[in-house]
């Protein structure tokens, strides 16, 4: 199968919906998923040289909340989350 043939026959199926680029979730093309792939592994990488590498895999591990105490620290604690208030 030659490259142009797969191509249309990638940009078809992502117009239907389905991921055909790994990280191009929600592009309505193929074209359109490997920008939104490669945007999102750029702005992972920035953020892993922001925070460095020990900073960037305490975050995954703690899904992004309180990253300022040290993990042996906050075992056991539970996170004070604010209520939604809605008018009655």
Do not use: C, I, W
């Not at 899904?63 to 004070?80: L, N």
């Amino acid at each position: 199968m030659s490259s142009q043939q797969e191509k249309k026959q990638l940009d078809e199926r992502a117009k239907k919906g389905e991921t055909v680029v790994q990280g191009g979730t929600g592009g309505k093309s193929f074209e359109a998923q490997q920008h939104l792939a490669e945007g999102r592994s750029r702005g992972g990488n920035t953020r892993k040289e922001q925070l460095g590498t020990e900073g960037y895999q305490q975050m995954g591990r703690k899904g992004g909340t309180r990253t300022g105490k040290a993990d042996d620290e906050d075992e056991g604690e539970e996170m004070d989350e604010p209520t939604s208030r809605t008018k009655t």
